[in-house]
């Protein structure tokens, strides 16, 4: 029977919130009948039923107290949360699972692990919540005996500067916790990744997380204040400044390092009092063209939205519930101090001189009295669709659906668009004939370019999906940095970025200084190898 508090070894939630059996054969109907395709749903899995290989490691009683060995934990840590992933551990398929996990209470008992770690020469991989969606944890490939080392027992607020707006937390607390230990105080750090339930501190930071802004604050490196980090070298923690010009900024080695380096233990973060001013609208457009057009003219008027978002006519369509011919462009405006009515109506007006379509009746303003704002219509409607991830109860039926993000400047982004959408259209097509779909909207937004987050899926063939997805995710790859994008704009390098897209992007020069920073702080290279270089 399902335990309630055992997070899912396979899905995206909670033991307790599985699909059923009852459930995914319901689905999978629904896919033979809508596909015409013949699919069978297996049984939802157990943990305990994978065969894993036996441990490769005697854990000493230094270390023991915190060390698991079990087959739900080693299967539980074997992965990310990538669609590719969750399919092999859905199908209890771990050829390389880690042979121990560590839970470390303590930053002592973090230093304990690693020194134990790097004196045996074992891949070490740090993990936080495992919401890697880029095979940025536990390689797949033996690369020798592997401690995974959770940071999931660091998981406090320890203390709150409120002169600063500033707090020391420790790098394993998941968001909501996170979230609910600086409420009753007023404040909030207000980093809402979509993974946030299923993520941690120093995981974002590991990653250079990109959270609920649209705007302004949008990666988690607007909030970083100061790092500490535990090296198999020795503590790497920097000076806690609001700013500074002295040489090359040692957060910066740390934000997005992806465990290559060392262990985040802790860091200073920058929060701010809870919003009680909103204001919300959303805007229709009759092309993609002009809704584009309107969100570069809010954007550069420097309003600074906390939102600000283009959905096409697909994803428009499908996820806010318009007609499939206008586009969607949804504005957010909130302040802990200040009413957002004077910033809601610039930008209306913004957009209506870019051929937006809304009426007065249908902006929302909420000052200060609590009642919530983008909760109807279509912007609600999106809202509920993209806090939902899902439990899974596609997985392994043949359907095969992943995103991909990227930037790129303002000027060449029309010819951008184009281009990976024929590119990426085109093998869709080709892999999974006329039953596929390719929608875009915006994530984020910046003065000089948007971040264009592509959402795709085709009716594959069951038992074919990882296959099929590669075929896609090659294309998508080669087509964004064809086209002058970024391999990542949030999601993270890993192991799937790398070959093809990171290591094309980056100067060469780079890639050689990194190199030498990872051998000066892990000499012996167990740390996450294969992420970011070659180990």
Request: proline share 6%; charged share 20%; aromatic share 10%.
């Amino acid at each position: 029977m399902a335990t309630a508090d055992r997070k899912s070894f396979w899905a995206w939630c909670m033991e307790s919130e599985e699909p059923t059996d009852a459930e995914r054969a319901e689905f999978a109907k629904h896919l033979s009948e809508r596909f015409g395709a013949s699919v069978t749903a297996k049984p939802v899995p157990r943990a305990e039923d994978a065969e894993l290989r036996p441990p490769r490691i005697q854990v000493p009683d230094s270390v023991a107290d915190w060390c698991s060995t079990s087959t739900y934990d080693r299967a539980s840590y074997a992965y990310g949360a990538h669609f590719t992933e969750r399919v092999r551990a859905f199908n209890l398929d771990f050829p390389n699972p880690p042979d121990v996990v560590a839970h470390p209470r303590t930053e002592e008992e973090v230093v304990s692990t690693l020194d134990w770690c790097d004196q045996n020469g074992y891949v070490t991989v740090p993990y936080g919540g495992g919401s890697s969606v880029v095979w940025g944890l536990a390689p797949s490939e033996d690369r020798g005996p592997t401690v995974v080392i959770s940071l999931g027992q660091l998981d406090q607020v320890l203390e709150i500067d409120e002169v600063s707006r500033a707090a020391r937390i420790q790098a394993g607390v998941f968001g909501p916790h996170l979230e609910d230990q600086l409420r009753p105080h007023g404040y909030t750090l207000r980093h809402f990744p979509q993974s946030f339930r299923f993520s941690t501190l120093g995981g974002w930071i590991a990653t250079r997380s990109g959270g609920h802004y649209a705007t302004n604050h949008t990666h988690i490196d607007e909030f970083v204040e100061s790092t500490r980090m535990i090296t198999p070298a020795g503590w790497w923690e920097s000076r806690r400044l609001p700013g500074s010009g002295a040489g090359p900024s040692p957060d910066r080695m740390v934000i997005g390092s992806e465990g290559i380096y060392g262990i985040i233990t802790e860091a200073w973060m920058r929060i701010q009092k809870r919003p009680t001013f909103r204001a919300t609208v959303g805007i229709t457009f009759p092309t993609w063209a002009a809704g584009c057009e309107a969100v570069r003219q809010i954007v550069q008027a420097k309003l600074w939205p906390a939102n600000l978002r283009i959905l096409d006519p697909d994803e428009a369509g499908r996820a806010a519930g318009l007609d499939g011919e206008n586009s969607l462009v949804i504005v957010g405006f909130e302040s802990a101090e200040l009413t957002q009515r004077h910033n809601i109506a610039q930008a209306v007006e913004i957009a209506r001189d870019a051929a937006g379509e809304i009426s007065d009746d249908e902006i929302q303003v909420d000052d200060g009295t609590g009642n919530p704002t983008g909760r109807g219509g279509a912007v609600g409607a999106w809202r509920d669709s993209f806090i939902g991830v899902g439990n899974g109860v596609e997985t392994s039926l043949g359907l095969v659906n992943d995103t991909f993000e990227t930037a790129i400047t303002w000027d060449r982004w029309p010819a951008f668009d184009a281009a990976v959408r024929e590119s990426v259209g085109a093998a869709l097509a080709e892999t999974f004939g006329e039953h596929h779909s390719l929608s875009c909207r915006f994530t984020h937004v910046y003065p000089d370019g948007p971040a264009p987050y592509y959402t795709w899926f085709g009716m594959g063939t069951q038992g074919s999906e990882i296959s099929q997805w590669q075929t896609i995710k090659d294309a998508a790859n080669e087509a964004v940095v064809s086209a002058g994008g970024t391999s990542t704009h949030h999601h993270a390098v890993g192991r799937m970025h790398r070959p093809g897209a990171y290591d094309v992007q980056r100067p060469e020069l780079f890639a050689e200084s990194i190199r030498a920073v990872k051998k000066r702080l892990d000499p012996n290279g167990i740390l996450n190898p294969g992420v970011l270089i070659d180990p």
